[in-house]
């Protein structure tokens, strides 16, 4: 069983930051990567951002130069750090960790958090 409990979603203004955290816990052998999501209102979930164990990262163009993922491994937790905010990063903000659960190569899984909202006022 693994768990991504989030947390550092609300309400911000145009031009604001905030912080998302993300940590992973249970049954967990190794992390392949770690990164958030989003979905708006009639919109399908897209890409935010990923961090890999090998320490690439992928962001949307639409974040990119504004926010920033950043992982502790130690805590198996993930941030995103998102600054000058824009009406349009308004979303539910969904983390998603690629792991294994034990070293046999198909124990293997994406799993997902619950999700925290994260609203943006002009």
């Known amino acids: 069983q693994v768990t991504l409990a989030e947390s550092g979603g609300g309400l911000a203004q145009a031009g604001g930051s905030l912080r998302l955290s993300c940590a992973a816990s249970?049954?967990?052998?190794?992390?392949?990567?770690m990164g958030w999501y989003r979905q708006a209102p009639g919109k399908q979930r897209e890409l935010v951002a990923t961090?890999?164990?090998?320490?690439?990262?992928d962001f949307a163009e639409s974040v990119k130069g504004r926010f920033a993922i950043s992982r502790d491994n130690a805590k198996n937790t993930v941030y995103l750090q998102m600054n000058s905010l824009k009406p349009e990063d308004t979303a539910i903000y969904y983390c998603?960790?690629?792991?294994?659960?034990?070293?046999?190569?198909?124990?293997?899984?994406?799993?997902w958090g619950q999700g925290t909202q994260v609203t943006v006022s002009s």
């Open positions: 998603n960790a690629r792991l294994y659960t034990s070293p046999r190569a198909g124990d293997w899984g994406d799993y």
């Open positions: 249970g049954s967990i052998f190794s992390i392949v990567a």
């Open positions: 961090l890999n164990s090998g320490g690439g990262r």
